[in-house]
């Protein structure tokens, strides 16, 4: 297809090329994907009621998990209706600066993510570490400032990448080899030279979401080391339910872009489609499953629910 010239900058959109060598997924995906997405907007909403409206749900905890169930939102509105779009309406075109704006908030939204989960260790570090002075440290203040830090962080240390793609001269093809604007399929359509590009994605990524998951590993493993010196009858199985919950999701959250990762790595072994579908899973499975997690593992979460569907009731 001839590219839509946009005066110096090349191309004026793209067109979305999902699975170049496996047509066929699109069909058997498009329902469970549906599904997943609605699941997603549905679970992240039941779960945002109750702590909006129950007052016993104003803790820091539930302040910061309603925090990631809105950023899940957000991410999951940012990609899956388009991909739907082009599963059923086969709709691949998308506009020059939209595919930059997803871009951006692709990559700003999933590093708040990775930060609130950050965070959120912090909390439960401080927990069960110094239970004492958690209400003291642990405030309704300490959770601004955390979101504070989470939005400044991410949103100005993810905008380089989308800027500098967008700068680049796109003269020749404008078929992107995937269901989203990733950075890393985006930038090889360009005629510039994009190393600087690719260093730029690549130290950003693992200077923002590596730092954050080596902080998560060393507050759980402050975590496990003061969980094992409970001597008390019980203590160990009721210290480790309170952030049980919270290691479930960060591995749901990780092991998928592990195995991204993995499969760009060795992608001489695998299918190409396989990282793209990868990709489009990542925003929306953790999404997804978030808030049941917390929602069948939190007490409180449960009863919150309970009593507001009881009020409807009456």
């Known amino acids: ?28 995906l498009s329902l469970p994907l549906s599904l997943l997405f609605l699941l997603a907007m549905g679970a992240n909403t039941i779960l945002l009621i109750p702590i909006r409206l129950e007052v016993s749900l104003h803790q820091p905890m539930y302040y910061l998990l309603s925090l990631l169930s809105l950023l899940d939102i957000v991410l999951c509105l940012t990609v899956i209706p388009k991909v739907l779009a082009i599963f059923w309406f086969d709709f691949r075109s998308i506009s020059f600066y939209a595919c930059f704006l997803q871009m951006y908030i692709m990559n700003c939204f999933l590093a708040m993510e990775s930060c609130t989960f950050m965070v959120m260790a912090y909390d439960r570090y401080v927990a069960i570490c110094h239970p004492l002075r958690y209400p003291s440290i642990i405030t309704d203040q300490f959770v601004v400032k955390a979101a504070i ?14 800027i500098l793609s967008a700068r680049l001269k796109y003269c020749g093809s404008n078929i992107i080899e ?20 690719r260093l730029l994605q690549f130290a950003g990524g693992w200077t923002l979401l590596g730092s954050d998951l080596i902080l998560i ?3 759980y ?28 999701l960060i591995l749901f959250f990780s092991t998928i872009l592990l195995v991204f990762v993995l499969t760009h790595v060795a992608k001489k072994k695998v299918s190409p489609d396989v990282p793209v579908l990868l990709n489009v899973l990542h ?21 919150g629910i309970q009593r507001i569907l009881n009020k409807g009731w009456q």
């Not at 830090?149 to 989308?162: D, G, Q």
């Not at 953790?286 to 009863?303: D, F």
């Open 217 to 219: 590993f060393l507050s």
């Open 178 to 197: 995937n269901c989203i604007c990733a950075n890393m399929s985006v930038s090889p359509l360009s005629c510039d030279d994009v190393t600087i590009n």
């Open 283 to 303: 925003h929306v499975i953790p999404a997804a499953l978030n808030p049941i997690v917390y929602g069948v593992r939190t007490q409180e979460i449960k009863q």
């Open 1 to 28: 297809m001839t590219p839509h010239r946009n005066g110096s900058n090349g191309v004026s959109e793209f067109l979305l090329n999902c699975f170049v060598r496996s047509p066929s997924w699109q069909h058997w």
């Open 221 to 248: 493993s402050l975590i496990l080391r003061a969980v094992l010196r409970l001597k008390a009858e019980g203590a160990v199985a009721k210290a480790l339910s309170t952030c049980g919950s919270h290691f479930i």
């Open 149 to 162: 830090f989470i939005l400044a962080r991410n949103a100005l240390l993810t905008v380089s990448i989308p």
